[in-house]
T-cell receptor, first 115, second 115 residues
Framework: DGGITQSPKYLFRKEGQNVTLSCEQNLNHDAMYWYRQDPGQGLRLIYYSQIVNDFQKGDIAEGYSVSREKKESFPLTVTSAQKNPTAFYLC??????????????FGPGTRLTVL | AQSVAQPEDQVNVAEGNPLTVKCTYSVSGNPYLFWYVQYPNRGLQFLLKYITGDNLVKGSYGFEAEFNKSQTSFHLKKPSALVSDSALYFCAVRQTTSGTYKYIFGTGTRLKVLA
């Protein structure tokens, strides 16, 4: 899983709660990403950040928020506005300059379950 | 719009037989294509990528991929499958919108290698 860590591995949320998923990388990558994985739907992009203090919405940003205060950290908050948050969440990072064919490195994932 | 398609949800192959996992793409400009593998409850691991040049790309764990521009395909191959190759495989393309470092993933193909 490279130099990316995600915590916790499993997370349980009650209705109406906000929860924050941690993602840290020591690869010195500028770009970081959050994906949601549901069975049969592949990976869907929630948010991404190409540089510190800047981030962009992905395809399914509603009900989620992020921050990028440090290069190595990109936490994701799942808010109570996200009505169906049960899923596997993956964080990734990549080089964001120079060549356009840099691969992504993925963390081990966090499985979020709503009780 | 740029996209990738994985037409098979599941591929079954006998151990020792060659395997192929299919991927087709639609991009404007040069395609930057990737294959990743995911084992249960883990993050994605990078296998290989196509940049330009050789149409046969060699990657990790004995995998290779054949790029075919006329058929807009990037199929993953292995000459002799192992039971341990059983996993979920994703094809991805890097979106080439200026200044954007986003990646688009297919829906995944589950490979099952039978002993």
């Amino acid at each position: 899983d490279g130099g990316i860590t995600q915590s916790p591995k499993y997370l349980f949320r009650k209705e109406g709660q906000n929860v924050t998923l941690s993602c840290e990388q020591n690869l010195n990558h500028d770009a970081m990403y959050w994906y949601r994985q549901d069975p049969g739907q592949g990976l869907r992009l929630i948010y991404y950040s190409q540089i510190v203090n800047d981030f962009q919405k992905g395809d399914i940003a509603e009900g989620y928020s992020v921050s990028r205060e440090k290069k190595e950290s990109f936490p994701l908050t799942v808010t109570s506005a996200q009505k169906n948050p049960t899923a596997f969440y993956l964080c990734a990072s990549s080089v964001a300059s120079g060549t356009p064919y840099n691969e992504q490195f993925f963390g081990p994932g966090t499985r979020l379950t709503v009780l | 719009a740029q996209s990738v398609a994985q037409p098979e949800d599941q591929v079954n192959v006998a151990e020792g037989n060659p395997l192929t996992v299919k991927c087709t793409y639609s991009v404007s400009g040069n395609p930057y294509l990737f294959w990743y593998v995911q084992y249960p409850n883990r993050g994605l691991q990078f296998l290989l990528k196509y940049i330009t040049g050789d149409n046969l790309v060699k990657g990790s764990y004995g995998f290779e991929a054949e790029f075919n521009k006329s058929q807009t395909s990037f199929h993953l191959k292995k000459p002799s499958a192992l039971v341990s190759d059983s996993a979920l495989y994703f094809c991805a393309v890097r979106q080439t919108t200026s200044g954007t470092y986003k990646y688009i993933f297919g829906t995944g193909t589950r490979l099952k290698v039978l002993a």
